[in-house]
């Protein structure tokens, strides 16, 4: 039962952190650059995510075995990696450094 509510704690706090990104980089923000390494970000969800379904499917004992809630973790944090690699490539939220080599270019809206 505590390894349930810690995958469901877990998911709450995944889909937090990336509502509360969208919603900095779609509205309050009026430039689209930032000094935070986006990549690293990207790369940081993607293997947490896969950390998660590897170890609940090689090491059961430690977070439960795999079920939906870890199936459910693994998806977010991939479509939270491809809506980070994404707002990169559409220029929606840039790193400084990438910016400034794309030419400075504005939001696209």
């Known amino acids: 039962m505590r390894t349930r509510n810690l995958k469901i704690f877990i998911i709450v706090g995944q889909l937090l952190v ?5 919603f900095h980089c779609l509205n309050t923000t009026t430039t689209n650059h930032t000094g935070l390494d986006l ?3 990207a790369s940081l969800s993607f293997v947490f995510g896969t950390a998660l379904l590897l170890t609940s499917k090689y090491k059961p004992n430690l977070i439960g075995k795999t079920d939906k809630l870890i199936v459910i973790i ?4 991939i479509l939270a990696t ?3 690699l994404l707002f990169d490539h559409y220029n929606i939220f840039v790193e400084h450094e990438s910016w400034m ?3 400075m270019p504005q939001k696209p809206f």
Request: proline share 0%; charged share 10%; aromatic share 22%.
């Open 74 to 77: 693994f998806i977010i944090s």
């Open 18 to 22: 990336l509502s509360i990104f969208n």
């Open 82 to 84: 491809l809506n980070i």
């Open 39 to 41: 990549s690293f970000w």
């Open 101 to 103: 080599k794309r030419n």
